[in-house]
């Protein structure tokens, strides 16, 4: 089957660095994305990793292991803004797109 | 804003009705998605759509039903409504379907469903 894990909650400190964890087991692989959803409204486009290795964009990092099946959002000088649920979804090949039930991350002063 | 409009923003109907949830894509993009997402859940796939023909299905039920229009505009049918059934519906779109940077999907604001 398709799986896709993160952890539940997470909670950081304003100014800090924050590591999102998400690990995938699935029948193909053509790309991990990552969405940020704040309650109730849409999610919207992070990153796309679909090599090993580190892709960088201001604040947010994320980071491919196609060989290990896994990934990790890095937010870095946190902001109270950013608290929010932070989705991984993984194209497996094909037409459809998996998603995780997200991290929901709080972010305290 | 993403650019992906969805219609009507609240819908509130009752048990065994029929609702049509709307969606118009980016400009330029061909494919569009239907997600559900209830309470504190994740996104379920439900179906996608590329150049007004259906791609691939997910958990979607039987009750549930959805086209592409000529001009790319979506609709999602739901019929025999259920209690279980109220959720926010989102729809995304991308360019492409073939994977890559350009399958970034972009999603709508969503239309939340209560059903009574």
């Known amino acids: 089957g398709q799986n896709i894990d993160q952890p539940t909650e997470m909670t950081a400190t304003e100014g800090a660095i924050v590591q999102i964890n998400c690990t995938y087991q699935?029948?193909?692989?053509?790309?991990l994305f990552w969405y940020q959803q704040h309650a109730g409204e849409a999610p919207t486009f992070l990153s796309y990793?679909?090599?090993?290795g580190l892709e960088e964009k201001g604040r947010f990092s994320s980071f491919l292991s196609r060989s290990k099946g896994y990934s990790y959002l890095l937010l870095k000088e946190l902001q109270m803004k950013d608290s929010a649920s932070y989705l991984c979804?993984?194209?497996?090949?094909?037409?459809?797109?998996?998603f995780g039930a997200g991290t929901r991350l709080f972010v305290k002063a | 804003d993403s650019g992906v409009t969805q219609t009507p923003k609240h819908l509130i109907t009752a048990t065994g009705q029929r609702v049509t949830l709307r969606c118009s894509p980016r400009?330029?993009?061909?494919?569009v998605y239907w997600y559900q997402q209830s309470l504190d859940q994740g996104l379920q796939f439900l179906i996608h759509?590329?150049?007004?023909?259906?791609?691939a299905k997910g958990n979607i039920l039987e009750r549930f039903s959805a086209q592409q229009f000529p001009d790319l505009h979506s609709e999602l049918n739901l019929s025999s409504l259920e209690l279980g059934d109220s959720a926010l519906y989102f729809c995304?779109?991308?360019?492409?379907?073939?994977?890559?940077?350009?399958?970034?999907?972009?999603f709508g604001p969503g239309t939340r469903l209560t059903v009574l």
């Open positions: 699935t029948s193909g692989f053509n790309g």
């Open positions: 979804a993984v194209r497996p090949g094909g037409f459809k797109t998996i």
């Open positions: 990793n679909v090599l090993d």
């Open positions: 995304a779109s991308s360019v492409v379907m073939s994977g890559g940077v350009t399958d970034t999907q972009y």
């Open positions: 759509y590329y150049n007004g023909e259906e791609r």
């Open positions: 400009s330029g993009d061909l494919s």
